[in-house]
């Protein structure tokens, strides 16, 4: 199986890109991993509505252009599906024995992802109703992959 994590923005501090390395290297023994950037738009300080919509789809272009046609698409947004650990490993384990060969996981900017990316998501993916600075999210997110790899390969991992 390929895994891709596709986000808006750089890992700008060591501590993300360090935690960003660790997991892709454990995830490796499981799955071919393989993380993409797509470059962020500036935000001005005081961004009208159509504005921040304008940005949303810039941003979604880029996005869109890395996402293969034949790969199942999971949005992280906000209003997606909660899922818990054991949810999430089920769901991966069902798209692997239905055929997905390829799962591109997409990250937006800071104000979101563009509604055409959502359209074109599979399913979309919520981890809280909080909201996460996306390059804390592309951590979270790497862990939680590798905890549904061990989960589903009856691997002991901490609670």
Same mark, same amino acid.
């Given at each position: 199986?390929? +895994?891709?994590?596709?986000?808006?923005?750089?890992?700008?501090?060591?501590?993300?890109?360090? %935690?960003? %390395?660790?997991?892709?290297? !454990?995830?490796?023994?499981?799955?071919?991993?393989? =993380?993409? #950037?797509?470059?962020? #738009?500036? =935000?001005? /300080?005081?961004?009208?509505?159509?504005?921040?919509? !304008?940005?949303?789809?810039?941003?979604?272009?880029?996005?869109?252009?890395? +996402?293969?046609? /034949?790969?199942?698409? =999971?949005?992280?947004?906000? #209003?997606?599906?909660?899922?818990?650990?054991?949810?999430?490993?089920?769901?991966? /384990?069902?798209?692997?024995?239905?055929?997905?060969?390829? =799962?591109?996981?997409? +990250?937006?900017?800071?104000?979101?992802?563009?509604?055409?990316?959502?359209?074109?998501? /599979?399913?979309?993916?919520?981890?809280?109703?909080?909201?996460?600075?996306?390059?804390?999210?592309?951590?979270?997110?790497? #862990?939680?992959?590798?905890?549904?790899? !061990? +989960?589903?390969?009856?691997?002991?991992?901490?609670?």
């Amino acid at each position: 199986m390929k +895994i891709t994590i596709l986000a808006v923005g750089r890992l700008k501090e060591p501590f993300y890109r360090d %935690a960003a %390395a660790e997991y892709k290297k !454990r995830l490796g023994r499981y799955a071919s991993i393989e =993380i993409l #950037e797509a470059a962020d #738009e500036k =935000i001005p /300080d005081r961004c009208a509505p159509q504005e921040a919509l !304008r940005i949303k789809e810039k941003e979604g272009e880029r996005l869109e252009k890395r +996402i293969p046609h /034949d790969a199942y698409v =999971i949005a992280l947004a906000i #209003e997606g599906q909660m899922l818990d650990s054991l949810e999430l490993a089920k769901k991966l /384990d069902t798209l692997c024995v239905h055929g997905a060969s390829h =799962i591109v996981f997409v +990250i937006g900017g800071s104000l979101g992802l563009s509604e055409k990316l959502l359209r074109r998501a /599979d399913m979309r993916l919520s981890f809280s109703k909080m909201t996460f600075p996306h390059q804390l999210m592309r951590i979270i997110l790497l #862990e939680q992959v590798y905890r549904s790899f !061990r +989960i589903n390969s009856h691997e002991p991992y901490h609670k």
